[in-house]
């Protein structure tokens, strides 16, 4: 099971990259200039339409998969480095893991940090009016 796991791995990661590069943008308009350009050839035939739409249907479900895969990896990677981060530092140990929080609990996290960034602002905000009227 983990070699499947990790040949999906390594795939989606191969076909994520391939995909985000601009040669693969430009090859796959130039597919779609060269069907576009075939139409009259075809008598613009609903066989003709039926290629282009079977085509992409099948790519983009199938590129869904790979893409989230990716997305997925690279998020939990993410976690794990600010988690890292967090621990080794002074900052409080209760933000570990808040990525399993439903909600509801994140919202009111959230809600709390920045009412606290805000506060912190407020305070900065003060000091440079203090220490530009001493000035």
Known sequence: MSNKSNFFSSFATAVADLSGKPFTFVA????VLVWAVSGPFFGYSETWQLVINTTTTIITFLMVF???NSQN???K?????LDELILTSQAANKFVGIEKLDEGELREMSKTLADKAE??????????AAEAASA
């Open 119 to 128: 506060c912190v602002e407020e305070k900065a905000d003060e000091k440079s």
């Open 28 to 31: 796959a308009l130039a597919l």
């Open 73 to 75: 990896r690279d998020g």
């Open 77 to 81: 990677a993410l976690q794990a480095k």
């Open 66 to 68: 790979v893409l989230q």
